[in-house]
């Protein structure tokens, strides 16, 4: 294999970061070792700027991942622990985010068109900037636990008479 078909798995400007399904279980072992230790063994996992569209997390323990600017693209997140998580301008367009725990997780600039967010706890979440254009499971109070701002994109069945 030559220098210009390998793809590294570090930023750059070469493309998105990839990752095998081996290299993401394994990062996700260190990062439940950092987790359950406080950060004294293993290591946080760091997707920023990774392509992991698809990718499937049911009930992973997520917490405090940095996902930042990461294709998350009809990635199956029901039940993740996603508190404390960087998501800023991450793509979670389809992505199915149903149970999942979000709170106090940054999602500025994120794209949630089409996510479901079905009974997803969104208590302290930055949502500024965020686009929710055709949500699902979305509900009123959610959002008002979450923080929001003139940028934000709610469902129009969210939005307020004019």
């Known amino acids: 294999m030559n220098e210009e078909s390998e793809k590294p798995n570090h930023p750059s400007t ?5 990752f095998s399904k081996e290299e993401i279980k394994s990062i996700l072992g260190k990062h439940l070792s950092w987790v359950d ?16 569209k698809g990718v499937v997390l ?5 917490k405090e991942t940095n996902f930042q600017g990461t294709n998350l693209y009809g990635a199956y997140l029901k039940k993740a ?3 404390k998580a960087n998501l ?4 979670l367009r389809g992505a199915n985010l149903r149970w999942a725990n979000l709170k106090n997780a940054d999602l500025e600039g994120a794209n949630l068109i089409r996510a479901d967010l079905w009974e997803a706890n969104l208590e302290q979440t930055q949502l500024a900037g965020a686009n929710l254009k055709m949500a699902e499971g979305l509900t009123r109070e959610q959002v008002g636990r979450a923080s929001v701002d003139e940028a934000t994109v ?6 307020k008479p004019s």
């Open 58 to 62: 049911m009930g992973a323990n997520l």
């Open 14 to 18: 070469s493309g998105p970061r990839e």
């Open 88 to 91: 800023k301008r991450a793509n």
């Open 154 to 159: 709610l469902p129009d069945y969210l939005k």
């Open 37 to 52: 230790s406080k950060g004294a063994e293993g290591q946080a996992a760091d997707f920023e700027g990774a392509h992991l």
């Open 81 to 83: 622990n996603l508190e």
